[in-house]
T-cell receptor, first 113, second 111 residues
Framework: DQQVKQNSPSLSVQEGRISILNCDYT??????FLWYKKYPAEGPTFLIS?????DKNEDGRFTVFLNKSAKHLSLHIVPSQPGDSAVYFC????????????FGKGTRLSVIA | ETGVTQSPTHLIKTRGQQVTLRCSSQ?????VSWYQQALGQGPQFIFQ???????GRGNFPPRFSGLQFPNYSSELNVNALELDDSALYLC??????????FGPGTRLTVL
């Protein structure tokens, strides 16, 4: 059973507008959440993360929001740029440091010029 | 600083064969994790190696095995290949407990 869910396989957004990618999780033991970006023929690259003790983390155009009560997080990209077109994976890890990443299925973002 | 590299890039095998995939970790990293990404799915954890020992395993059968070498590079071996083993295999290196850096992956096709 999927512990990390990304229910939107794809999303199209106009350049300059906001992109919002959503992620839900089922296991309340997760304590750290990450977003990865993946271009074709490349491995996933880390984008931004958030600890379960926070509800927001911002890095330039990228902001991640965490709603623990709803077991939901979202990634906001503003303004969206054509170079942001990629597959975005939400991932979660358990406490105790050296645990594997648990990934969602990904959302393909297309930013249209 | 050299990033994570994987070889080969692509591979075609037939059912029942065996395959070995290779990963060179990033300089300074002592931990390697392997993930399988099937079409339309997110990466799924296979196992992790730390200091040449298996340090955690996901829900994969024993025909998936691995090695880590003294220079922290790693191999993933899959025996008795099945059609469902067709996937992108990703290797990620890290310093224990730290951020994982992914290689570009090996695309395996089983016919």
């Amino acid at each position: 059973d999927q512990q990390v869910k990304q229910n939107s396989p794809s999303l199209s957004v106009q350049e300059g507008r906001i992109s919002i990618l959503n992620c839900d999780y089922t296991n309340s033991m997760f304590d750290y959440f990450l977003w990865y970006k993946k271009y074709p023929a490349e491995g996933p690259t880390f984008l931004i993360s958030i600890s379960s003790i926070k509800d927001k983390n911002e890095d330039g155009r990228f902001t991640v929001f965490l709603n623990k009560s709803a077991k939901h997080l979202s990634l906001h990209i503003v303004p969206s740029q054509p170079g942001d077109s990629a597959v975005y994976f939400c991932a979660a890890i358990f406490p105790s440091g050296n645990t594997p990443l648990v990934f969602g299925k990904g959302t393909r973002l297309s930013v249209i010029a | 600083e050299t990033g994570v590299t994987q070889s080969p890039t692509h591979l075609i095998k037939t059912r029942g064969q065996q395959v070995t995939l290779r990963c060179s970790s990033q300089s300074g990293h002592n931990t390697v994790s392997w993930y399988q990404q099937a079409l339309g799915q997110g990466p799924q954890f296979i196992f992790q190696y730390y200091r040449e020992e298996e340090n955690g395993r996901g829900n994969f059968p024993p025909r998936f095995s691995g090695l880590q070498f003294p220079n922290y590079s790693s191999e993933l071996n899959v025996n008795a290949l099945e059609l469902d083993d067709s996937a992108l295999y990703l290797c990620a290196s890290s310093f224990l407990g730290g951020e994982q850096f992914f290689g570009p992956g090996t695309r395996l096709t089983v016919l």
